[in-house]
């Protein structure tokens, strides 16, 4: 199943030949904006799944002006840091994972603005997102956590590099839509294999990002493990994966940039920077020879 949230605040199924309104399923649910409808929706999801699927596969499909994030404000905001081995065969590096500002979403077709800060460059890094779908302390490491999870999306987490203390400062990831979600919340049922997914990203048709997921130091159920010893997950929470390094470029004003995981879609949005900045094109070699050799945020 794949559960979309509709520019009017419509919770809807996509098929192959449009999206579907299931909002009727959850017509008892009280929601105060559309911030925080999915997250009610996604709570109750499970006991509702045969009523959601009935109107999927009966309903007509809707004429949609377009899509918000499938989680447009999510409670908790989660990235891994760096997370990939960058191809080597190297130990894996010490854990971390860390917050980031739930009002840096924006949703499909949306717009990635650069801040006027100094940032030496600002990078994308296509990851693979986990939305959470049920309240879970403790999780073990294994595939029972995987029932924690609603199931995945496709995340772009910009990275305003330079910025905040010395080392490795995550600041510059919080700027407002630096982090582009969707197109929709693929349930764990349609993904059989989390670690073995491709993802891609190109910016003006040139690829940039292209790589595994079976790349991962730590894996889904070790994340969601982690993560979950330090904090109580609740349903929405959206936690990232973390990146390949190897494919890293700048954005910058006027860039169309797509990224598509395999089995979980696609994610368009274009990049506007009011001050027209200009960085070199295509992948920094640098930042990937660097990341071959320790791990990156």
Not at 45 to 61: D, F, I, N, Q, T
Not at 150 to 155: E, K, L, N, R
Request: glycine share 8%; hydrophobic share 40%; net charge negative.
């Amino acid at each position: 199943m794949r559960l979309v949230l509709t520019s009017d605040n419509r919770i809807g199924v996509q098929r192959e030949d449009g999206i579907v309104d299931v909002s009727a399923a959850f017509a008892d649910i009280p929601y105060r904006t559309a911030a925080d409808r999915m997250p009610r929706v996604l709570a109750v999801l499970r006991e509702r799944r045969a009523r959601v699927e009935e109107l999927a596969a009966s309903g007509e499909p809707l004429r949609v002006a377009g899509l918000q994030a499938p989680v447009p404000r999510p409670p908790k905001l989660i990235a891994a840091f760096g997370n990939y081995r960058e191809g080597t065969n190297r130990e894996r590096q010490v854990q971390d994972m860390f917050l980031e500002s739930p009002d840096s979403v924006i949703g499909p077709g949306g717009t990635v603005i650069l801040p006027p800060h100094p940032a030496t460059i600002f990078h994308h890094e296509a990851e693979l997102a986990l939305v959470v779908g049920t309240r879970a302390k403790n999780l073990p490491a294994d595939e029972r956590a995987l029932e924690a999870l609603a199931g995945y999306t496709c995340a772009i987490d910009v990275s305003g590099r330079g910025l905040g203390r010395m080392g490795p400062s995550r600041i510059g990831k919080s700027f407002d839509t630096f982090t582009p979600l969707g197109q929709a919340i693929v349930t764990t049922d349609e993904v059989p294999d989390p670690q073995n997914l491709r993802v891609t990203l190109s910016v003006n048709g040139e690829l940039r990002q292209d790589y595994s997921t079976s790349d991962m130091e730590y894996s889904v159920v070790e994340i969601l493990a982690f993560i979950s010893s330090y904090m109580t997950l609740v349903p929405g929470d959206v936690i990232m994966c973390g990146t390949n390094h190897q494919g890293l470029g700048a954005l910058q004003d006027g860039d169309h940039v797509v990224m598509t995981i395999e089995r979980i879609g696609t994610l368009e949005v274009t990049v506007r920077d009011p001050l027209k900045r200009e960085w070199p094109r295509g992948i920094d070699q640098e930042m990937a020879a660097r990341a071959r050799g320790a791990a990156r945020s």
